[in-house]
């Protein structure tokens, strides 16, 4: 359930304009949301919604226009470059669509690679807790290109595990993995927030996605304009249909 300390993270009237004039695209118009502490969110909505934007303003990966994000009590808005790049590396965790693992490295390597650049120990009890959850015992010695996609993802998972930060954000964090590997993944997510009171932000389109969190935030237009507790895919499914009629179902692929 989630807690009713602070936000792990929120926006507060936050706009991203691209270019100027004419021309100007208005990627997020005044976006004030909040995110939960120990909850897993998703953001939803038609392709061009301004969701991928939105988080990487939330995770400080972009920077906002006007209004103000916050990461706990920081301002994201009032950080210079290096103490962006420390809020980036200390306190925040990264699941993408494309992996980004280094392709040198072992898996074991990877997953510790950001708690070793912060020159920080590895909490080896920690480690051994979430490589044993998400099943990667006997892969720590493979190489990426050694893995199927599903558990080069968990592999992911588990380098933003590993430095317990303080929200993990996920952008489209099951886009290139089949069914049977995007509820693996969705499942790791869920139980980090439910076993190790993780917090979670993902962008998705997937709507079987969506139905593993506890609330999804939808934008339309850069805009929130709506939200829902306790989805599922169904659910889900339903309210895109109001605002993105001609969305195809990822379901009925």
């Known amino acids: 359930m989630p807690s009713h300390s602070a936000p792990a993270a929120r926006s507060q009237d936050l706009k991203k304009i691209y270019g100027t004039g004419e021309t100007a695209v208005h990627a997020l118009d005044g976006v004030t949301v909040e ?37 706990g009590d920081t301002d994201l808005t009032s950080l210079s470059d290096k103490e962006m790049t420390q809020l980036r590396r200390d306190r925040v965790g990264f699941v993408f669509q494309a992996f980004n693992l280094v392709p040198t490295l072992t898996a074991l390597e990877n997953i510790t690679l950001p708690v ?93 996605a969506a139905g593993y969190a506890d609330r999804v935030v939808f934008l339309s237009d ?7 507790r306790d989805p599922t895919a169904d659910s889900v499914l339903d309210r895109m249909k109001q605002f993105d009629p001609a969305a195809m179902s990822p379901l009925a692929k």
């Not at 850069?222 to 829902?228: A, H, I, N, R, T």
């Open 35 to 71: 995110f939960a502490t120990g909850e897993f969110t998703a953001i939803m909505g038609p392709s061009g919604s301004g969701k991928s934007t939105l988080m990487h303003c939330l995770a400080g990966l972009d920077s906002a226009t006007s209004g103000q994000v916050f990461i």
């Open 116 to 208: 070793d650049i912060a020159g920080r120990k590895v909490d080896k009890d920690w480690l051994d807790t979430v490589v044993g959850r998400l099943g990667l015992g006997d892969r720590l010695g493979h190489r990426p290109g050694e893995l199927s996609g599903g558990q080069q993802q968990r592999v992911a998972c588990a380098r933003a595990l590993v430095g317990r930060p303080e929200i993990i954000f996920g952008d489209e964090p099951t886009g290139n993995l089949d069914s049977r590997s995007s509820g693996e993944v969705m499942s790791i997510l869920r139980a980090s927030v439910d076993e190790f009171g993780q917090t979670v932000v993902i962008v998705t389109h997937d709507p079987r």
């Open 222 to 228: 850069g805009s929130v304009v709506d939200e829902m």
